[in-house]
């Protein structure tokens, strides 16, 4: 990401020089400078060229296919066409922020050519035949890709349409598209303009741009608009415009890795107010005070964007759980130990891609959520045995865990950046057993190398209205072949609605964190169902029954309404 940031920066610097020599007479060979001064100085861009995310791309390949554009325009270089088409080919494959790019650049090949034949009508066609040559390098180079697309088109439309805003009838009113013009519309602040929120991205609510940043940007915008009948003045514009597109269109404007493309043009605009600036004092005829208040704008913007990025942003406490910094000291802590002894790790599980790379180099641990489900050896273990809670989301496995570990000790703790606790590691020595057995126990052979030992019911009683509490405790006496979803039922008991269910919960086991397919020959699992009693349910008592069964119909009992576990009395609502 840092290489792909300062490359931006230099392809800026690229494309502000051939818009100077295409332009001696009204900007300064000091805009080069100015405007990659100002790209790299941005804490926007400064932020994900060090973040390590793809769109980072956006902005260089936005400024190299400009810059090849100006430069084969200038100099009638097939090369640099040919480099144009290949930076809006590689612009496709590099983030879907990007995808405006082609239309982007195609609208400023058109204000050239447009231009061009008010000066001189004989040089269009050749013009028109350099133009050729890069769009014809951009199609072959996207063609692989459209013809994935073309194969598949649901991956075409899987993004935009996981983002977009539009006809989304159920959207807070915030979130409508002219809230999210009008957010990404003054994202580039001061005036109290909130930035993203999001702490990953920003520092949350701050704009693009600080205040030293804005004034060039606001004066380098005003005279892109006074002067946009000329190309050169046109391009940052239609940049602006298009590479915000995606975010106007999208949720959470303002998206600001969404519309990252945008820092390019926005610090072109910000190198041409400088500009102004800078040739302003010349022009005056104060040739000392032009350079000195443009350069000590762009040093004080400098400054005040590093205070903003490594003094406010790195010290908020947010990162902590922004960045998954807990989840990779666990991760860390946890890979050193022996990879023999088994590991558990809840509510995350090891598909999690920074546990999953801090686990690398051994097994993949057993991953589950506390809040529903806990899996452990059954009887005495041979060798210790670890858990790792992140109880800063999983509340329940600290309290429940004593209860059936009693042998379990804390061997680590860690801490988040206020001190507040945020994961611990249990162990459980070997030679131990487990506590805690079924309040009502139940000899039950399901099939499939599972069996019923019992269950609890909570509350007692349990009321109309409110959740009963049902946890089951399996047995695993085999590695069941199927991925079973648990049925639990309440029964009518007499009547004409005997048998009836008036109550009920489907789930796989620990709401889908701990497949039948995973499970252990061995373990005891004690899996929770919350079941909402209807609040117009008669008091009395009611039949309790579960099982399990599989997408094509089969069922484990295979007869039967299941395993009936008893009955549970059931009182009026409060």
Same mark, same amino acid.
């Given at each position: ?12 610097? @690229? ?37 390590? /995310? ?17 430069? @084969? ?17 590689? $612009? ?32 269009? $066609? ?9 769009? @014809? ?37 915030? #979130? ?202 059954? $009887? ?51 030679? #131990? ?15 499939? @190398? ?16 409110? /959740? ?107």
């Amino acid at each position: 990401a840092a290489v792909f940031g300062v490359l931006g920066v230099l392809a800026l610097f @690229g494309l502000a020089h051939e818009a100077q020599r295409l332009a001696p007479g009204r900007l300064s060979p000091a805009l080069p400078w100015l405007a990659a001064g100002s790209l790299a100085t941005m804490r926007w861009h400064l932020h994900f060229s060090r973040m390590g /995310i793809e769109p980072i791309l956006v902005p260089l390949l936005w400024a190299a296919a400009n810059w090849l554009l100006l430069r @084969g325009w200038r100099t009638g270089s097939g090369w640099a066409y040919a480099g144009c088409g290949l930076a809006l080919a590689l $612009g496709m494959y590099a983030y879907q922020g990007a995808w405006t790019l082609p239309f982007v650049v195609a609208a400023t090949a058109l204000h050239l050519l447009w231009a061009a034949r008010l000066q001189d009508r004989s040089q269009i $066609g050749g013009r028109l035949a350099r133009l050729g040559v890069a769009a @014809g390098v951009a199609l072959i180079g996207v063609a692989p890709l459209a013809w994935t697309f073309a194969q598949q088109p649901d991956l075409l439309l899987l993004r935009p349409a996981q983002l977009a805003i539009v006809g989304q009838t159920d959207s807070p009113a915030d #979130s409508s598209l002219g809230a999210a013009l009008w957010a990404t519309a003054k994202m580039f602040g001061p005036l109290g303009a909130p930035g993203d929120l999001d702490p990953r991205r920003n520092l949350p609510g701050a704009p693009a741009l600080n205040l030293w940043q804005a004034i060039p940007f606001y004066l380098g915008l005003a005279l892109a608009l006074w002067r946009m009948a000329r190309p050169i003045f046109a391009l940052p514009l239609v940049g602006l415009a298009g590479l915000l597109l995606p975010g106007v269109f999208s949720e959470y404007a303002p998206h600001f890795h969404r519309v990252l493309g945008a820092a390019g043009p926005a610090a072109l605009l910000c190198g041409l107010g400088l500009d102004t600036i800078w040739q302003g004092g010349r022009r005056a005829g104060l040739r000392l005070a032009g350079p000195p208040l443009a350069a000590g704008l762009l040093v004080i913007g400098a400054a005040s964007a590093a205070q903003t990025y490594f003094v406010r942003w790195a010290a908020l406490p947010d990162l902590f759980y922004a960045f998954d910094a807990g989840l990779w000291e666990l991760g860390r802590w946890t890979a050193a130990l022996p990879a023999n002894q088994p590991l558990y790790v809840t509510p995350r599980g090891p598909d999690h891609p920074t546990l999953a790379f801090a686990w690398r180099s051994r097994p993949a641990p057993v991953g589950f959520d506390g809040r529903y489900l806990f899996p452990h050896t059954t $009887g005495t273990n041979g060798t210790p045995e670890h858990y790792a809670v992140v109880e800063h989301e999983d509340f329940r496995t600290p309290l429940l865990l004593p209860a059936v570990l009693p042998a379990a000790s804390t061997v680590y703790t860690l801490t988040d950046f206020t001190g507040q606790p945020y994961a611990q590691v249990y162990t459980r020595p070997a030679g #131990s057993t487990p506590d805690r057995p079924p309040q009502t126990p139940v000899a039950a052979t399901l099939g499939d @190398g599972i069996k019923l030992m019992g269950y609890d019911v909570l509350p007692q009683p349990p009321r109309a209205g409110e /959740i009963l509490y049902l946890q089951l405790h399996w047995i695993v006496v085999a590695p069941p072949a199927q991925d079973w979803t648990v049925f639990t039922h309440v029964l009518a008991p007499n009547g004409d609605e005997a048998g009836a269910v008036v109550a009920g919960h489907d789930s796989r086991p620990g709401q889908g964190s701990l497949p039948t397919v995973r499970w252990q020959p061995g373990w005891r699992i004690l899996d929770e169902y919350q079941i909402p009693l209807p609040d117009d349910l008669p008091p009395g008592e009611y039949a309790l029954a579960v099982g399990l069964y599989l997408a094509d119909g089969a069922r484990l009992p295979a007869e039967g309404p299941g395993v009936m576990l008893g009955t549970v009395t059931v009182e009026a609502q409060e």
